[in-house]
Nanobody, 123 residues
């Protein structure tokens, strides 16, 4: 059974940091990514990483503040979020792709999704 389980969300003040983790089980995924959805808004891409971790890609809104990483031995992907802003408040979702090895930035390219974890940044 394929499962993605996120953890690490919470409430933090602006300028603070959080680290999200996603534990995958059931199969080895190739590309993985993070998306987020704020209230009243569509889900948006945040960051993506290839299986080798040699390639990463970020949304302009988080570039320089967020870092995506993965540990294939543990089948986990993480998102280190620094210098958080109130506009980063959203439910964050882990996503996994099991097809090819290329970076994936569109939500329809992902096969599996986690249940989401809430991140709230207060001003």
């Amino acid at each position: 059974q394929v499962q993605l389980v996120e953890s690490g969300g919470g409430l933090v003040q602006a300028g603070g940091s959080l680290r999200l983790s996603c534990a995958a089980s059931g199969r080895t995924f190739r590309a993985m990514g993070w998306f987020r959805q704020a209230p009243g808004k569509e889900r948006e891409f945040v960051a993506a990483i290839t299986w080798s971790a040699l390639s990463t890609y970020y949304a302009d809104s988080v570039k320089g503040r967020f870092t995506i990483s993965r540990d294939n031995a543990k089948n986990t992907v993480s998102l280190q979020m620094n210098s958080l802003k109130p506009e980063d408040t959203a439910v964050y979702y882990c996503a996994a792709h099991w097809g090819d090895y290329a970076l994936k930035v569109k939500d329809y390219e992902y096969h599996y999704w986690g249940q989401g974890t809430q991140v709230t940044v207060s001003s």
